[in-house]
């Protein structure tokens, strides 16, 4: 089955910097967009940042757009996430997702498998 395991969160003071992983099994990785979502205390759930299968087109919100870069290596099966100049508000449990498909839909409505999320805290 889908298996989707986050990894590298913890502890970063405002400005620093973070790289999150996701390592995927259970399915053809390298046939699906992957993006990773997250949910801050009290809010929902925020698409965050999606790459295409091939990894030729990556995609951001407005709030991260600038200071996280996505990225996968299909021979591996993971995809990365990483983040810098990071600030309080990035503060959040982030989530990894299976697309639907090999293209990227930027709401979490098109997403059919999630991990349990790695936690993340930007804080002095």
């Known amino acids: 089955q889908v298996r989707l395991v986050e990894s590298g969160g913890g502890l970063a003071q405002p400005g620093g910097s ?3 992983s996701c390592a ?6 390298s046939s699906y967009a992957m993006s990773w979502a997250r949910q801050a205390p009290g809010k929902g759930l925020e698409w965050v940042s999606g ?5 030729s087109d990556t995609y951001y919100s407005d ?4 200071r996280f870069t996505i990225s996968r290596d299909n021979a591996k099966n993971t995809v ?4 810098n100049s990071l600030k ?17 839909i930027l709401t979490t409505n098109g997403y059919d ?7 993340v805290t930007v804080s002095t």
Not at 91 to 100: E, I, Q, S
């Open 18 to 20: 973070l790289r999150l």
């Open 24 to 29: 995927a099994s259970g399915f053809f990785f």
């Open 51 to 55: 790459i295409r299968s091939d990894g």
């Open 63 to 66: 709030s991260v757009k600038g």
């Open 80 to 83: 990365y996430l990483q983040m």
């Open 88 to 104: 309080p508000e990035d503060t959040a449990l982030y989530y990894c997702a299976k697309g639907r498909h090999s293209i990227v």
């Open 113 to 119: 498998n999630w991990g349990q999320g790695t936690q």
